[in-house]
């Protein structure tokens, strides 16, 4: 198998002449570009604020079963505004038809977008700002493309924004060679080219995605870094099809050696009895090192498929539902497996292994327009191990995992780490027609599995001279071991002695205004959190080989194993620290011709 090893290269330039003379050039390049390709397209991405307003048409009944997933082609796109400009008060019409406007009614959007985000105790600041080229390009009858080209400057990387816990960035940008000063200068190209109509259509991009009836979904979650995606979708009145193959990178043991060829590939098929009510049954694998034909079979199950490789893959299985009771109110539901005990649950031992990421939530919209818009309250629960299986074969942290549930060392399905759940409740207000007023309050748990781990599995992470595992408690600490699976026969979701809690409250308002003059849209975002943070070092190493507990480290004895397991674990709980408060302020800023 091969390695990907070595640090990056980055490459500094100072002085505030290069740098102005690097950003006029840029921005002539980017310009010559845009009138080279002035028949361009708009994003597509699940984070623009189109799929906001489509969380809203969908609660209130204007618009009803859509494929699982996102984002979606321009023929669908296209359908569902004219549904809402057909079905929708006066209010729902005027907005349906400015993202009309702006989605079909020119080809190319350009302009420029910024954001300021500061933090307090720490006092960090961040700045990001950007130019901009939305394309929206019909090509013919039953094929359309869409492009959205941004050339960043910024302060900080993804991982290093200033942002509360488990908010993700909402920029597809990767850490590369070229910095000015304190700013990196990177591009973020997402883009998607469909075949079809808006009922039957294959759609092949570099973007973000999302599948799933919750946004911030445990299948495929918005927050991940952008990927290549092929999304084939049937898309009836009382049933749907889809699937999807997604190409995502692999890391090492830690997250930081990153290299290619991991692939996720996800398909379902639902059911639509009744007009209030649908239900669909999933299937996704998780592999790596090879390209397998075999997994984007659309009726093949995987389940029997992986039997033709040796069983060397992981597969997972699920399902979700849909309840509509009342007009307005929409419950959904989705439960996603990735490891069960069989055989204890057929005896009905239910205190056995369970490696499952379940989500339940309920939304309610007014069917009529006015201030109170929205109510949405969730709950997502990830059970201990869930996301991070890794091949028994290579349990050293050197070696890539294609198995886990990860995309270039980051959650790509729930936002959270395993044995953690999370209760999320949003307020939307519309104060004015183009005014959107979020308040949010967001409760989290979180506990380290190895806090209360058996000896055995405790005594192997000490005196392993390779210290070839992780203990972090993270989606990347696999439950494999030389000693067996860890915890192979039981769930020990936050039952440990220190549990982590994260209170977050705040407020996210956005004002969009279209720009008469130029067919071109202004966009204002302004956003604020409360965080209360506890144990802020839970996900510190637990166990660790450290080969000055042992007088013969290849033949430890009892006594030293539980003196080191002793003492590692005091150590770990004495640096949890104390509670963190946090404030989080951001504030952005989109124009675009």
């Given at each position: 198998m091969p390695r990907y090893r070595g640090k990056k290269r980055r490459m500094t330039i100072n002085g505030t002449g290069v740098f102005m003379k690097l950003f006029k050039l840029a921005a002539v390049l980017t310009l010559v570009f845009a009138t080279a390709f002035a028949f361009g397209q708009v994003a597509a991405d699940p984070l623009d604020y189109f799929y906001d307003d489509l969380e809203v048409w969908e609660a209130s009944g204007i618009v009803n079963n859509l494929p699982a997933a996102r984002p979606y082609p321009l023929p669908l796109v296209k359908t569902i505004l004219q549904t809402v400009l057909e079905r929708g008060d006066a209010t729902q019409r005027r907005i349906a038809q400015s993202h009309f406007d702006r989605f079909f009614g020119r080809i190319l959007t350009w302009g420029y977008k910024a954001e300021l985000a500061t933090d307090t105790p720490t006092g960090r600041r961040e700045m990001d700002i950007s130019l901009s080229f939305d394309f929206n390009l019909p090509i013919?009858?039953?094929?359309?493309?869409?492009?959205?080209?941004?050339?960043?400057?910024?302060?900080?990387?993804?991982?290093?924004?200033?942002?509360?816990?488990?908010?993700?960035?909402?920029?597809?940008?990767?850490?590369?060679?070229?910095?000015?000063?304190?700013?990196?200068?990177?591009?973020?190209?997402?883009?998607?080219?469909?075949?079809?109509?808006?009922?039957?259509?294959?759609?092949?991009?570099?973007?973000?995605?999302?599948?799933?009836?919750?946004?911030?979904?445990?299948?495929?979650?918005?927050?991940?870094?952008?990927?290549?995606?092929?999304?084939?979708?049937?898309?009836?009145?009382?049933?749907?099809?889809?699937?999807?193959?997604?190409?995502?990178?692999?890391?090492?043991?830690?997250?930081?050696?990153?290299?290619?060829?991991?692939?996720?590939?996800?398909?379902?098929?639902?059911?639509?009895?009744?007009?209030?009510?649908n239900i669909s049954i999933l299937e996704s694998i998780v592999y790596g090192n090879r390209f397998e034909p075999m997994y984007i079979l659309p009726l093949s199950p995987y389940m029997i498929s992986q039997g033709n490789t040796g069983f060397v893959d992981n597969s997972w299985l699920g399902g979700m539902f849909t309840v509509k009771p009342l007009e307005g109110l929409r419950i959904d539901g989705t439960l996603y497996a990735d490891d069960l005990s069989f055989n204890d649950i057929a005896h009905l031992k239910f205190d056995t292994k369970w490696r499952l990421a379940g989500q339940i939530?309920?939304?309610?919209?007014?069917?009529?327009?006015?201030?109170?818009?929205?109510?949405?309250?969730?709950?997502?629960?990830?059970?201990?191990?869930?996301?991070?299986?890794?091949?028994?074969?290579?349990?050293?942290?050197?070696?890539?995992?294609?198995?886990?549930?990860?995309?270039?060392?980051?959650?790509?399905?729930?936002?959270?780490?395993?044995?953690?759940?999370?209760?999320?409740?949003?307020?939307?207000?519309?104060?004015?027609?183009?005014?959107?007023?979020?308040?949010?309050?967001?409760?989290?748990?979180?506990?380290?599995?190895?806090?209360?781990?058996?000896?055995?599995?405790?005594?192997?992470?000490?005196?392993?001279?390779?210290?070839?595992?992780?203990?972090?408690?993270?989606?990347?600490?696999?439950?494999?071991?030389?000693?067996?699976?860890?915890?192979?026969?039981?769930?020990?979701?936050?039952?440990?002695?220190?549990?982590?809690?994260?209170?977050?409250?705040?407020?996210?308002?956005?004002?969009?205004?279209?720009?008469?003059?130029t067919g071109g849209y202004i966009v204002f975002r302004l956003g604020y959190r409360f965080e209360y943070l506890t144990y802020p070092g839970i996900?510190?190493?637990?166990?660790?080989?450290?080969?000055?507990?042992?007088?013969?480290?290849?033949?430890?004895?009892?006594?030293?194993?539980?003196?080191?397991?002793?003492?590692?674990?005091?150590?770990?709980?004495?640096?949890?620290?104390?509670?963190?408060?946090?404030?989080?302020?951001?504030?952005?800023?989109?124009?675009?011709?």
């Open positions: 013919e009858e039953y094929v359309t493309a869409s492009v959205s080209v941004d050339g960043w400057a910024t302060n900080k990387l993804p991982d290093m924004e200033v942002q509360p816990a488990w908010k993700g960035s909402s920029r597809d940008i990767i850490e590369d060679n070229a910095k000015v000063g304190p700013f990196w200068i990177l591009p973020s190209v997402n883009s998607s080219v469909a075949v079809g109509t808006d009922e039957y259509y294959l759609n092949l991009g570099l973007m973000r995605g999302s599948f799933g009836p919750f946004r911030n979904g445990t299948i495929v979650g918005e927050q991940a870094l952008h990927s290549g995606q092929y999304n084939f979708a049937a898309n009836k009145e009382k049933w749907g099809f889809n699937l999807s193959l997604y190409g995502i990178s692999a890391t090492d043991g830690e997250g930081e050696t990153v290299a290619p060829e991991k692939y996720v590939s996800v398909h379902t098929i639902e059911w639509r009895p009744l007009s209030w009510f939530g309920a939304k309610y919209a007014p069917r009529k327009s006015g201030i109170f818009t929205l109510v949405d309250l969730d709950y997502t629960m990830v059970t201990p191990y869930t996301y991070s299986h890794k091949n028994g074969e290579d349990l050293d942290m050197e070696a890539i995992n294609y198995q886990n549930y990860t995309h270039y060392g980051q959650n790509f399905g729930a936002a959270l780490d395993p044995n953690s759940d999370k209760v999320n409740l949003r307020l939307k207000l519309r104060p004015l027609e183009d005014v959107d007023f979020d308040i949010v309050g967001i409760l989290i748990r979180h506990g380290n599995v190895n806090e209360n781990i058996e000896s055995k599995w405790a005594n192997e992470y000490v005196s392993n001279p390779d210290n070839k595992y992780n203990t972090s408690g993270t989606i990347l600490n696999s439950s494999g071991s030389e000693v067996g699976h860890a915890y192979n026969y039981s769930t020990p979701l936050l039952t440990q002695d220190h549990v982590q809690y994260i209170w977050q409250t705040g407020f996210d308002a956005l004002c969009r205004l279209p720009i008469l003059k996900n510190e190493q637990v166990y660790y080989f450290d080969s000055g507990n042992f007088v013969d480290p290849d033949n430890p004895t009892d006594a030293e194993l539980e003196a080191a397991t002793k003492a590692q674990h005091d150590a770990w709980v004495e640096g949890l620290g104390n509670p963190v408060m946090n404030n989080y302020i951001r504030a952005g800023f989109e124009y675009h011709y």
